[in-house]
């Protein structure tokens, strides 16, 4: 059993602040973590090695300093760490990212399961999951908050706004694992030292995926970001002062007015 | 020069905060109600490597050093200092003499199931007439073919009541005094004659246990005996220079989250129509709280980074003694402040702050009074220009 995790590198904080003339993030004094969700798709990766056996392999696409992420993974107990960094990476939308990744899984293959976290707290966009499993043709259930395998498939429980739905694919296939799936285990005192004083991250380049470097960063990227902006506050609510009635007749007014009824 | 943390250290602080947020914090309230020994947390503690810290990994510790573990006891004395002391007396006195002076086969015995949480240490130096005054020791331990047979009792063992296995010291020549008379073993709580006499209800850490442990022809094999026969109390005096740094470094934590509420309490709690924080009275409180725990932090990890780069010496001593009394200190004085800028709210028991007070108490107090570490510090620094200090 090989299970790939793709994981990235975020900043620690759920209201990021953007620079306003340049529209990039401002990553000076965040901390950068695991995104929280790649996180409950490590937990479910080494939850089911422990039943089966296997082995469980973290990739990441990043800047270099995004080594620490992958050895946040070796601590909570991953046995191997790809850190996939190329200056020819850099700019890369969903699709350049999953086209990386997807890459990288080829040359694991062969593999029986990829997951990934539901969504990144920075970029909010649960498209590279989606767009790997495109890339690889492969199937893929998303929003997976369960998950088992049965006579040699996955199925998987898949959350929806009213329910969920109950999915079954042939492997290998890939799964966005949502925070409801697990709690995950903290990295162990001994594996955090461990992981920066023993063991290794690999670095993979454009060369080591023997790919087109057109196809990937920003040239391959078919999204541009134009202008990155802050929404405006939200102005605050008005308080109807007056007998409860005539409160209620007005609110009711109002509503229509706005045509909320 | 280099102040910055390892990216290991990092790591390891991060992850520490997390699971003293998630595991330690909810039960604090409750183990200082009931006095009531956080064995649950303790075992999650033991899972995730958290009883061991400062040991190399071959012994089932982390390899984290003196300074990871002084990054454990200032995150989980945020939260609780019952939880902290009772692994700062397994790890950082009972486990460390054993760490120190043991042999290769005791470590391997003893050390490894320590450090993994398997096990959990004491260590027992004092007794009724032996407090400041260690080398008053009486418990005694006789030869008796290859055994020794102890006889007395240590009181005030921080977990003497649950502990596997303790580190302790006994008179084998009275005749020699504490230099040469006092040796150290290694004692399970399964020899025969060993038993757990009273235990104490406290101000504070009350959800650590602390016992009276009684030895009564305890039978101690001769293999364990811990260090050179003669030297215990040169073992004693090692351990509780090295256990001093990271009970600096819990007082640290105990401070900075001291710090962390007053202001915290200062900015929303509104008088005369505005946060008490815009009284100058409040802001001098503040400012003096943060200046003296940005001191106590230089001091405890320069320390340790000391003890980490093998400096054991007169000098190392010192300033494991400075960690202790400067440390308590500054968290006496943040405790105090805190509560005052809480006000009555900070004398009720609804709030953390209260506990907090009556915790912090004893820090003046054990592993060696504050008047002792200033004797220790005086007596090293006069020392140097050739005047005996007579103790």
């Not at chain 2, 006092?182 to 006499?197: C, M, N, Y």
Request: aromatic share 8%; hydrophobic share 40%.
């Amino acid at each position: 059993m090989r299970i790939i995790v793709a994981i990235k590198q975020v900043p620690d904080t759920n209201e990021v602040r953007l620079d306003p003339r340049t529209g990039t993030l401002i990553r000076e004094g965040v901390p950068s973590i695991i995104n929280p969700e790649d996180k409950n798709a490590i937990e479910a990766a080494l939850s089911l090695r422990e039943q089966l056996g296997g082995e469980v392999v973290v990739i990441s696409m990043g800047p270099p300093q995004a080594d620490d992420a992958l050895r946040e993974a070796l601590a909570m107990g991953v046995d191997r760490a790809i850190l996939l960094t190329d200056r020819a990476f850099a700019g890369a939308d969903t699709w350049a990212t999953a086209t990386t990744l997807g890459l990288a899984a080829k040359k694991l293959a062969p593999y029986d399961l990829i997951l990934c976290g539901r969504q990144a707290i920075d970029g909010d966009t649960a498209q590279v999951g989606p767009q790997m499993a495109e890339y690889l043709n492969v199937p893929q259930i998303t929003y997976v908050r369960e998950f088992s395998l049965v006579d040699g498939q996955v199925r998987a429980k898949r959350t929806m706004e009213d329910g969920f739905e109950v999915l079954q694919a042939p492997l290998p296939a890939l799964l966005t694992i949502t925070k409801e799936a697990n709690k995950p285990r903290y990295p162990t005192a001994p594996g955090i030292f461990r992981a920066y004083r023993e063991q290794q991250v690999e670095r993979w380049g454009v060369a080591d995926l023997g790919a087109d470097p057109e196809g990937l960063g920003l040239k391959g990227s078919p999204t541009q970001v134009k202008r990155s902006f802050s929404p405006p506050p939200k102005e605050p609510g008005e308080i109807i002062k007056a007998p409860p009635a005539e409160a209620a007749k007005q609110l009711l007014g109002r509503m229509k007015q706005k045509n909320l009824i | 020069m280099d102040f910055s943390f390892s990216k290991e250290h990092e790591l390891f602080r991060r992850m520490v905060r997390e699971f003293a947020q998630n595991e330690v914090a909810p039960i604090a309230a409750e183990v200082d109600a009931e006095e009531k020994v956080p064995f649950e947390v303790l075992k999650k503690a033991a899972k995730v490597g958290l009883m061991g810290v400062p040991f190399p990994q071959k012994y089932g510790g982390a390899g984290a050093g003196e300074i990871g573990y002084c990054i454990l006891m200032e995150e989980l004395n945020k939260v609780c200092a019952s939880t902290a002391t009772i692994i700062g007396a397994h790890t950082g006195i009972g486990a460390m003499a054993i760490y120190l002076d043991g042999t290769e086969e005791q470590k391997q015995k003893y050390l490894v199931p320590l450090a993994k949480g398997e096990k959990i240490a004491a260590f027992a130096l004092t007794e009724a007439n032996a407090g400041s005054d260690a080398a008053a020791i009486q418990t005694r331990a006789v030869r008796d073919g290859d055994y020794f047979i102890l006889n007395g009792s240590k009181i005030w063992i921080t977990n003497g009541d649950i502990a596997d296995i303790i580190s302790v010291f006994a008179v084998t020549d009275p005749s020699l005094g504490a230099r040469g008379g006092v040796t150290a073993f290694i004692v399970e709580k399964d020899f025969p004659g060993f038993r757990v006499g009273t235990k104490e209800t406290k101000m504070g850490i009350r959800g650590s246990s602390t016992a009276e442990i009684v030895f009564e022809d305890c039978r101690v094999p001769a293999e364990n005996v811990l260090g050179q026969f003669g030297a215990g109390f040169l073992t004693a005096l090692k351990t509780l220079d090295v256990g001093r740094i990271s009970l600096g470094a819990g007082c640290l934590g105990g401070a900075q989250i001291a710090l962390e509420m007053a202001m915290d309490f200062a900015k929303n709690r509104y008088q005369f129509g505005e946060p008490v924080a815009q009284k100058q009275a409040i802001q001098w409180m503040i400012a003096d709280m943060a200046t003296e725990i940005e001191a106590l932090r230089s001091l405890v990890y320069r320390t340790a980074w000391m003890l980490d780069s093998g400096n054991m010496g007169r000098e190392f001593s010192t300033m494991a003694a400075m960690c202790k009394l400067y440390g308590s200190e500054v968290l006496d004085r943040c405790v105090d402040k805190c509560v005052q800028i809480h006000g009555g709210m900070g004398y009720m028991k609804d709030y953390p702050v209260e506990r907090m007070y009556r915790d912090a108490r004893i820090t003046r107090i054990f592993e060696g009074t504050n008047e002792v570490q200033r004797l220790v510090i005086a007596t090293n620094l006069f020392r140097k220009i050739g005047l005996r200090i007579k103790g």
